[in-house]
């Protein structure tokens, strides 16, 4: 609780402002800060098929370091009109024109077209470390794997949960919950993802967060889970469409292994919508996970699991110090 | 280059003006369009993942049909300092803050945020079917559908697999081989996919087509097929690190469900490349499938495997037809 709050607490006073939370009391702090006083120092991560980029730096006159995100937004189809896109208020420039082909460059009105920008200030090196772009393995965990070097490298290393309790015990972002099911057993919090800008149908991605407080992730599922799996699917499936008008079958509904943060939170994307960790080798469908603890209560204490991981992460070292994965050399590292 | 200026210099609102091509005397044709005078009328794809989009429309007082794409531009490291986004320039405006996290939206001056235009005019059928993106669907696929819908369906339907045969009978492709064993019982073919180059490695995609040729898909498994899945993995990393140096752990080895033709097949791809269908409803990693089946003998025979279907493919009639499914008329597709 403390450690997260100190963790901001040590930039400037006058950069930021702390406010009394009117509910409990307790202070919210709030980062003040201008991307013109950004120094950036490196490119950790340039994703030019997402068209993301992840920069490190920091702000002038400000102690510690920042990783600014920056991303293209997908295209809307509320901008695609005569008052958007095809407007008066765009610029066209030609790269090139033959046949019934051409090739242009378009300026839109600015406000259509901004970029999602997320600032951690200050960053740890863990945080740099999670955006920076890395050589990668498939490591297999069988259970004993987990037992004896997952579980306690987790147990040391793991992010502060501040975030995820505040969000529980409602501190933050009450004013973006989707849905809100306090059953301290079965209940969650549904609520937009911190990647999507909680408007664009096309990259929805809202997150359930369950309000059970001991289970890390998929390892921990057994029988016992089942209602509260099963209420996060058909809750958070009827939450979107309410509100959203996306049907469940338009929805891709899964866990991560490994996952981000050890409480167990759920993803719902859509399922045109190509957001990062959807891949086989990370995630895990809901309904396959419901599927297979029904037809074997303990398969998730038994099977073995894939996961990826980087070079430079910690849990890398743990799995090749004790000869489960080698570092290597490629082409494609020089 | 006399023409490139010519077409930058006057996009003027009357219409085409043909000239002769210096060279051949061939009649040129120019295309003079504004943006603000294109009049969607369908958004016919939408990648919000490579920030892409591709719109259906026609131009004020202008025979015949359009398409326009437009694609969000990936960053550029020149960019990135104290007179691009880091500016004066840019606006930021604040979406959220909790704790060290906050996310925002910018406005970078617009000359740096360009977006990459392309028109097609007059567009034909064909190219409005190759840009057009399909409403798709997650089903779930229990042991009882799959008897009653979908084998029924895939007996009737399916692709000739006359081109497999060719492979593994030596007919076709052999100069393509990168791995051969010719077991009958538990051997395969490994070659270069028909999407890769085979050559570049950051795209590296191979395919192993085993020799069997009663096993359709996933749902056909069982333990007396472990020998043969386990080979297929082992020789086919085995063969990948010798022949183009990657390691089996930077590799993602999985099946596709539904698979696009149904003669057992396994794919290998580089873990890096963000190859299609390697998403977590349509990919099942063989280590995960192996696993599953040394757990439960039985397992793809009781489990209910999710799959994804497009609206336009004849199998979601079926499921249509049978209550397991609806079409859905989203914002999006209208």
């Not at 965990?141 to 505040?166: A, G, I, M, R």
Request: glycine content about 4%.
């Amino acid at each position: 609780m403390s450690d997260a709050k100190c963790q901001s607490d040590d930039i400037e006073p006058s950069a930021k402002k702390i406010k009394k939370d009117e509910q409990n009391g307790n202070p919210v702090t709030e980062l003040h800060v201008h991307l013109k006083d950004f120094i950036p120092t490196k490119i950790i991560n340039n994703n030019t098929n997402g068209k993301t980029v992840c920069v490190l730096g920091s702000f002038k006159d400000k102690s510690g370091v920042a990783v600014v995100l920056l991303e293209k937004k997908a295209f809307s189809g509320d901008q695609l009109n005569d008052s958007g896109y095809f407007s008066d208020a765009t610029e066209l420039r030609t790269l090139f024109q033959n046949d019934i082909y051409g090739n242009f460059e378009c300026y839109p009105k600015p406000e259509i077209n901004g970029v999602k920008t997320s600032i951690i200030y200050p960053a740890t090196e863990k945080h740099i470390v999670k955006f920076s772009q890395q050589v990668k393995h498939v490591i297999l965990e069988t259970p004993e794997c987990y037992d004896k070097l997952t579980l306690p490298f987790l147990q040391k290393e793991q992010f502060s949960l501040q975030w995820v309790h505040n969000i529980l015990d409602g501190k933050s972002e009450q004013d973006r919950v989707v849905h809100d099911n306090k059953c301290e057993k079965e209940g969650f919090v549904l609520l937009p993802d911190f990647k999507w800008d909680g408007k664009t149908k096309e990259t929805l991605y809202l997150l359930a967060i369950v309000r059970p407080r001991n289970i890390k992730s998929l390892r921990d599922l057994n029988e016992t889970h089942l209602p509260l799996l099963k209420r996060v699917r058909n809750e958070g499936k009827k939450a979107i469409v309410d509100k959203y008008n996306v049907p469940g079958s338009q929805l891709r509904v899964y866990l991560h292994y490994q996952p981000s943060f050890y409480h167990l939170h759920i993803h719902f994307t859509y399922l045109l919508h190509e957001a990062p960790g959807i891949y086989a080798e990370k995630a895990h469908l809901l309904d396959t996970v419901i599927d297979n603890i029904e037809m074997m209560s303990d398969y998730y204490k038994k099977a073995t699991l894939p996961f990826t991981i980087r070079e430079m992460d910690n849990l890398f070292k743990v799995y090749e110090t004790n000869g489960h994965v080698n570092k290597v050399i490629s082409d494609i590292d020089k």
